[in-house]
Structures are given as structure tokens and as C-alpha cells.
T-cell receptor, first 114, second 114 residues
Framework: DTGVSQDPRHKITKRGQNVTFRCDPISEHNRLYWYRQTLGQGPEFLTYFQNEAQLEKSRLLSDRFSAERPKGSFSTLEIQRTEQGDSAMYLC????????????FGSGTQLSVL | GENVEQHPSTLSVQEGDSAVIKCTYSDSASNYFPWYKQELGKRPQLIIDIRSNVGEKKDQRIAVTLNKTAKHFSLHITETQPEDSAVYFCAASKGENYGQNFVFGPGTRLSVLP
């Protein structure tokens, strides 16, 4: 499968625990996005990278959230001290810069915070 | 920042009828408008997109129209089939100079009744 892959598909955790998700974009794509989606809502922008540089972060991204893309390939999203309100689907997407706006989404990581 | 509204939130049509979903955006600097289809439990997939220098675009049974003056764009699906049943999301983006952030609408759940 040469699409965007995310791991894990599902994560159940207790409130207060830290979680980390991974995203592997399409290999030639240099832009990588993280979105959060709750039931009945559209994807909500969290942050995006061009290569290894984090170019934009949403104001929604509290200090408990951090994302990295150290070598400009895969990315990780970490949530520290999880809260019940963090329960959502976390979607990763990738695209080509320079006129390639088309986003290709992964299947997402469904987070449940108990 | 950009705000994208989408109507209706749910839409039921008989197989073979047409379906129209409308989105409005607030930021006149937005210049790229994609539509995504998300089937239950699956990733959002791009179905059609339009740039601000074009008023209409068609791809087989689907079409998108854009009215820049009124800041709204619509998705038209003709001869609907049961496999068109899904949630449809519109989005708006301001492009390269503004960080390429995509803002999504809340989605429309389309049900095509056989």
C-alpha cells in the first residue's frame, strides 16, 4: 500500500496517560498535516509540516500536544496528560508542495480516553 | 480566520435523483475548494476540486460550481446511486502564500434510497 499509513488504528488510554501516534506519508510528499475529527464534524486542523519544518500550528493545539517530523519523512503526534476531551479520530494527510494541494488522508487513529 | 459553513447537514434522495450540497466561506483570499467523500469507517477521499479562477468543473456525474462574489460553492451529484451514500465535506484553502491550511465544513450526510 503506497498511501498514507497511520499507527495504531485504535488507542484506548486512561486519563492522564501520554500517547503517541505515527504517520507515514506518501513517499514523495513533502507536506504532512495532522487533523482531528470528532463524530459528526469535519476534520479540524492541528498542524502541518513542510519537510521537517513545522510551519503552522492551530491555536487549538494546547501545550499538551506536540508534533515532530525529524527527518522530513514520518511524523509523530504526542498528547501528554490525556483528557477525556481528547477522544477523537486523529487524521494524518500528506500532499506535494508547489501546486499540489490535493490532500491524501490516512485511515486515522481513533483515540478513546477513559 | 476562515470559516466554512455547509448545508444541509443531512440529505436523503431517491436513487436516480440529483443531490446538491452548498458551502459558504468567509475569507475572500481563499482560492482552492476541494470536496471530500468519507464512507463509514474510511478515510476522506478527494472527489473533485475547483480553483478560484474557474466557475465550474465537471467529472462524470459530479460537478462543482463556484460563486466568488457570493463566496459560496456547491457540489452537484446527478443520477445518484446507493454507493454515493456517505458524508461529504467541503473545504477552503488560501494557498501557498498563506500556509496552505485547509478549513473543512462540518459535513453533509447523504443517503441515497433505493
Amino acid at each position: 500500500d503506497t498511501g498514507v499509513s497511520q499507527d495504531p488504528r485504535h488507542k484506548i488510554t486512561k486519563r492522564g496517560q501520554n500517547v503517541t501516534f505515527r504517520c507515514d506519508p506518501i513517499s514523495e510528499h513533502n507536506r504532512l498535516y495532522w487533523y482531528r475529527q470528532t463524530l459528526g464534524q469535519g476534520p479540524e486542523f492541528l498542524t502541518y509540516f513542510q519537510n521537517e519544518a513545522q510551519l503552522e500550528k492551530s491555536r487549538l493545539l494546547s501545550d499538551r500536544f506536540s508534533a515532530e517530523r525529524p527527518k522530513g519523512s514520518f511524523s509523530t503526534l504526542e498528547i501528554q496528560r490525556t483528557e477525556q476531551g481528547d477522544s477523537a479520530m486523529y487524521l494524518c494527510a500528506s500532499s506535494l508542495a508547489l501546486g499540489g494541494e490535493k490532500l491524501f488522508f490516512g485511515s486515522g487513529t481513533q483515540l478513546s480516553v477513559l | 480566520g476562515e470559516n466554512v459553513e455547509q448545508h444541509p447537514s443531512t440529505l436523503s434522495v431517491q436513487e436516480g435523483d440529483s443531490a446538491v450540497i452548498k458551502c459558504t466561506y468567509s475569507d475572500s483570499a481563499s482560492n482552492y475548494f476541494p470536496w471530500y467523500k468519507q464512507e463509514l469507517g474510511k478515510r476522506p477521499q478527494l472527489i473533485i476540486d475547483i480553483r478560484s479562477n474557474v466557475g465550474e468543473k465537471k467529472d462524470q456525474r459530479i460537478a462543482v460550481t463556484l460563486n466568488k462574489t457570493a463566496k459560496h460553492f456547491s457540489l452537484h451529484i446527478t443520477e445518484t446511486q446507493p454507493e454515493d451514500s456517505a458524508v461529504y465535506f467541503c473545504a477552503a484553502s488560501k494557498g501557498e502564500n498563506y500556509g496552505q491550511n485547509f478549513v473543512f465544513g462540518p459535513g453533509t450526510r447523504l443517503s441515497v434510497l433505493p
